[in-house]
Structures are given as C-alpha cells and as structure tokens.
C-alpha cells in the first residue's frame, strides 16, 4: 500500500521531497514533504508533511496521536491512514496545527479514482500488454494481448453518497467482457441486400449486449485484477444472435424509384438482418468496476456502467 500512495503522490503533488531526517514515531511512517497539494484543500503555501499509517485491527488511539505529534515536525500535516482514524483526536492542538486525516475509507476511494484517472498505472504501457492466466475467479489470458479497456459511467464518489451503506472499503479492478466483431447481411425490400459491419459488447455480469465504438476506450488503462464470469453467464451462439436481431433491424425510407412513386417514397422500409450469413469473431475487453468490502465481511462487486452491485 506504501508504494501505491507514493506513486500517487509523485503524480499528484508539484513536489514530493523526502523529510530532512528519519522519524522514529510508532505506526507513522513519513512519506515525505510537499509544496503544494492537489487533493486537499485549506492547506497555505506552507510545506505539508505527508505520513502513511499502515493496516491494523484497531482504531488509531489519542495516545498514539500524543506520541507522534512530540516527534512529529512542522505545523502541516496530512496522514493517509489504513486504520480507522477520527478527527476528534486533533482537537487538542492549537489553532496553527493544522492536519487532514484520510480513514480507510477516504484512502480506498483515491486510490480507485487515481488508477481510474489514469494517474496510477502499474505495469503497464501504452499498449496494455498484459500477461494473465484463467482461474475461477481472476482471469488472466496465457498469452500477451492487448485488451481493449472500456471507459467508466459512473462515479464512485457519487455513487457511495447516493447509497448508503455504512463503512467498506473498495478496490478497482476489471470486469471481463466479450467484444464481438460481427459482419452480415441484411435484407431489404425486394430482397435486395446489403453487407455491414457491428462491434458490439457481450456484457455477462449485466446480462445485455450494446453497440462498442472506438469513442469508448480506455486510454492507457493499469494492470488491475480482472474477475472472469462463471462460464455459464455468456450467451450461447443462438442467444447471441436472438438478442442481436432487434438490435440490428432497422428501417429507412426508400429512394424513390420516379416521379410516379411518390407515396412510397416517403414510407419506412424495414431491412432486416439475415441471422444465416453472419460472421461472428470476438476478443476479450474488459469495463472497470470496484470490490467492495463491507464491514461483515462480505463483498461485492459494483459495476462502472449501471452502477449496481452484484455478488461474488
């Protein structure tokens, strides 16, 4: 968790410099000193000491706030903490010490909206290369591919302040999809036929299918644990093509043929696809998402695209 809060700050802060001197103060850990801060407001110009509290069963107490502050230098501070943390503890200081104290909570949700943003990227380059292998649960592909990643719809912020839900703490991860390439013909009037060319995407966890474009994509996404769906929730060769025939009928007005056939010029004309002649390939994608974890225990996964939370 250290080096992923380093590498966040080195990308969000002006400058992230290292402490003048190690601090010997139980369960902090600073990470260094910025000038400016991106993420947090009501800090001036001032040097801000950034500390890194590590996980642990329990809540930090006023002792331990007591004994790091004896040590602890300057009047700015900002402590990003894996262990419950209340502001409480800091009302026993003056006015001109200030600090901002992220919890758990506040800390997961940067993190994923850091990798989201594209300011956490963890091996990966500009290509996405990735290098997975299948299991139940995580899937990984047994060779280098590029995956295409799609962008996210939702927000994680926004969407944690419309459902309460009491604590949890949440970490990004993909969802793995299916994107088909799709070539066939449709029928129009008089039989006449015409080729074209779909992408669509197999979503399983939301159980639907929709149009892809390349307006879509995910630049330069990280290398994040993917969660593969069980086998039995992608489509079988004739679900797909039953879903995608109202999806790729349409109707078009017809050009008129002379001067004489002006009634039916103006009418719609279905064309509709011939489920026969369609060439279907796919590769893997994948659609952002969280793992959320609640207090009891229990995880969920929440989706980037309709924001529902669906079991594990």
Known sequence: MEDIVRAILNSRTVSLEPA???????GFKCLGVAEKLVDIENMDDSL???????????????NEIERWSIDAPGNRHWILSER??????????????KVITWGPDKLSMWIGESVLRGDLIVNSNSSNSLEQNFTNEDTVFKEK???????????LEDWLSNEPSGSLNSIPVFLVVKLWKISGSMIGPDSVKDTKRWSFIEDPWMNKIF?????????????????QPSESKWFTLEMLKSNLKPLLDYRKKEKPGDGNDLVKSTMLEWWRVDLQSLDLDFEY????????????????ILHSHNGKAYNL
Request: charged residues 20%.
């Open 48 to 62: 801000v000491y950034i500390w890194h509290v590590k996980s642990d069963i329990l809540p930090v107490s006023r």
């Open 211 to 227: 149009s892809y474009d390349d307006g879509q994509i995910f630049q330069n996404p990280p290398n994040l644990r993917q969660f």
């Open 20 to 26: 003048v001197k190690n601090f010997n103060i139980y």
């Open 145 to 155: 591919i590029r995956i295409i990643t799609l962008n996210p719809i939702i927000n």
């Open 84 to 97: 419950e943390i209340s502001a409480d503890l800091f009302k026993i200081f003056p006015n001109d010490f």
């Open 285 to 300: 994608a994948q659609i952002p998402a969280w793992k959320l974890i609640f207090e009891d225990g229990e995880e969920k």
